[in-house]
Nanobody
């Protein structure tokens, strides 16, 4: 049974930092590309960042480029999202997702097979 479990969310002030983790089990982690998505209250879920199964390529939404960094540790079966210079508009539930192999479009939700339950990030002004 595949499980993705996010952690590291919390409440921070504007300009602060958080590091989210997503621990995967039940799959061969190194075979999967990993993504982070988020959903703010009243809004649709949106792409945040992704890293290819190879770890060579990473992708970011324009809104987080240069502030967020995605990384993976295949030995620990974990993907991370380092978030810096946080803004109130980053407030959302953050989800990690796994998609097999190289994805056609890393930004599209339906490329991903498995999803975590999410972790809340709240940024106050």
């Amino acid at each position: 049974q595949v499980q993705l479990v996010e952690s590291g969310g919390g409440s921070v002030q504007t300009g602060g930092s958080l590091r989210l983790s997503c621990a995967a089990s039940g799959l061969t982690f190194s075979d999967y590309s990993m993504g982070w998505f988020r959903q703010a209250p009243g809004k649709e879920r949106e792409f945040v960042a992704a890293i290819a199964w190879s770890g060579i390529s990473s992708y970011y939404a324009d809104s987080v480029e240069a502030r967020f960094t995605i990384s993976r540790d295949n030995a620990e079966n974990t993907v991370y999202l380092q978030m810096s210079s946080l803004k109130p508009e980053d407030t959302a539930v953050y989800y990690c997702a796994a998609g097999y192999g190289a994805l056609d479009t890393y930004r599209r939700e339906n490329e991903y097979w498995y999803w975590g339950r999410g972790t809340q990030v709240t940024v106050s002004s």
